[in-house]
T-cell receptor
Framework: AQKVTQAQTEISVVEKEDVTLDCVYE???????LFWYKQPPSGELVFLIR??????QNEISGRYSWNFQKSTSSFNFTITASQVVDSAVYFC??????????FGPGTSLSVIP | DSGVTQTPKHLITATGQRVTLRCSPR?????VYWYQQSLDQGLQFLIQ???????AKGNILERFSAQQFPDLHSELNLSSLELGDSALYFC??????????????FGEGSRLTVL
């Protein structure tokens, strides 16, 4: 079965704290893509990152970093020194084939000033 | 701004009615996708069109239909509406036909409320 699990439904942190959003996926495909999308209160989903299954190199983009571990089927997302503008729902997604992408249930992050 | 335009942004209607949601993809994108987001079902893929042809089908009800026109804009038609159809409907677009391999550009969504 192909599945994306985001066990954290809601997270609250105080501004400037670091926060990690967990994502665990299931697939039997050897080639797949992993994504993170952000949905701010305005509603529009915004693409953050894509990773293919052959590239386990971690990535850092400003305050954002992603940790991909095939051994644990995880693709976790860390925000360093969180800001109020980071408050949003974050979705992890799995692209298992050309025509299919599965979204996780999302994690709602609240950053409190 | 993703470049994907959806109208209307908000829509309130009654059970049994029919509505049409419209989407204009990002310039140059040939694929249009429709998603439904509700509290209990999460983000569900409905249907994809690529260059005017249906490409992939997800959990789309028979009461729903869609099409993509020659100018690449797309419409999602929802008929015999039920209370449970109340949701946020997203349109997304991408350059190529592969939903699972590339970045999707989402519109701001159309919030449908069925009373």
């Amino acid at each position: 079965a192909q599945k994306v699990t985001q066990a954290q439904t809601e997270i609250s942190v105080v501004e400037k704290e670091d926060v990690t959003l967990d994502c665990v996926y299931e697939t039997r495909d050897t080639t797949y893509y992993l994504f993170w999308y952000k949905q701010p209160p305005s509603g529009e989903l915004v693409f953050l990152i894509r990773r293919n299954s052959f590239d386990e190199q971690n990535e850092i983009s400003g305050r954002y970093s992603w940790n991909f571990q095939k051994s644990t089927s995880s693709f976790n997302f860390t925000i360093t020194a969180s800001q109020v503008v980071d408050s949003a729902v974050y979705f992890c997604a799995l692209g298992t084939s050309y025509d299919k992408v599965i979204f996780g249930p999302g994690t709602s992050l609240s950053v409190i000033p | 701004d993703s470049g994907v335009t959806q109208t209307p942004k908000h829509l309130i209607t009654a059970t049994g009615q029919r509505v049409t949601l419209r989407c204009s993809p990002r310039s140059g994108d040939l694929s249009v996708y429709w998603y439904q987001q509700s509290l209990d079902q999460g983000l569900q893929f409905l249907i994809q069109y690529y260059n005017g042809e249906e490409r992939a089908k997800g959990n789309i009800l028979e009461r729903f239909s869609a099409q993509q026109f020659p100018d690449l804009h797309s419409e999602l038609n929802l008929s015999s509406l039920e209370l449970g159809d109340s949701a946020l409907y997203f349109c997304a677009s991408s350059r190529g036909p592969g939903q699972g391999t590339g970045e999707l550009f989402f519109g701001e969504g159309s919030r449908l409320t069925v009373l």
